[in-house]
């Protein structure tokens, strides 16, 4: 069993596209999206087309609730550049983009072997607007697990790859496709890397290997799309590709 695990692709076509051509040459069984599909880059729709011609199974992130309800955001951010660029994505998905978002799950149990299993969600089991890091004391992950279990817990949500042991079990962060994090920026303007991130997860029945792969880009077509679009957001991505 190999599933690759994508998360926060935020409109970003190119980097997805280099991605779904690594996941193509890794080889795997089935592609999960972690959530995070549509808004902040400049191309939500292709995106959302992408992920629906691949039948990928997707949690629901927080960024994509917010296209189900458009007071959401007001609780996570009062950034006016992210709550405009949020607003532009719905404006520009069509009524059946949206009606995708319905169809996401909160969180997705998989069993891997017959002694080896995930549990997947986007921020935390509890809340898809939690940051879980590297350095969250154990006693905080206790209470943002609940009684979540498996041999691989995964999520998103804070742009940064992580992998740590926790009670004996592995907690995994894929990064981010369309916009990976240098360091975690707390609500801060954030320093983007030049490539996408992804995971993929091996397993049989007695033991699983997670690998967390980067992706080189083509910064020129970022720029260019970002150059391109009526994105509010997309002038200062400009200036990350440029």
Not at 35 to 47: K, M, Q
Not at 52 to 75: S, V
Not at 203 to 218: K, N, Q
Request: proline residues 5%.
């Amino acid at each position: 069993m190999r599933i690759a695990l994508i998360s926060d692709l935020h409109g970003n076509l190119v980097s997805l596209e280099a991605v779904f051509q690594d996941i193509e040459r890794t080889g795997v069984d089935e592609t999960i999206c972690l959530g995070d599909v549509a808004t902040l880059g400049p191309r939500p729709r292709e995106v959302v087309d992408a992920q629906r011609e691949r039948n990928c199974r997707c949690i629901l992130g927080n960024h994509d609730a917010f296209m189900l309800d458009d007071e959401l955001i007001k609780t996570y951010t009062e950034v006016p550049i992210v709550v405009d660029a949020v607003d532009w994505c719905r404006d520009t998905l069509a009524k059946d983009d949206i009606e995708y978002f319905e169809k996401f799950r909160t969180t997705m149990p998989i069993e891997l072997g017959k002694h080896t299993s995930a549990f997947l969600f986007h921020g935390s089991p509890r809340s898809h607007m939690e940051d879980l890091l590297a350095t969250t004391p154990p006693d905080d992950l206790d209470e943002a697990l609940g009684k979540s279990s498996a041999t691989v817990l995964a999520g998103g949500h804070t742009h940064i790859q992580m992998m740590r042991q926790h009670r004996g079990m592995l907690l995994v962060n894929p990064g981010s496709v369309g916009m990976p994090f240098r360091e975690y920026v707390a609500g801060c303007a954030p320093h983007i890397l030049p490539y996408a991130e992804y995971g993929v997860i091996e397993a049989d029945d007695h033991a699983v290997r997670v690998s967390l792969r980067r992706v080189a880009v083509d910064k020129t077509k970022l720029y260019a799309e970002s150059k391109a679009s009526p994105n509010p957001i997309c002038r200062a991505l400009e200036k990350t590709y440029g």
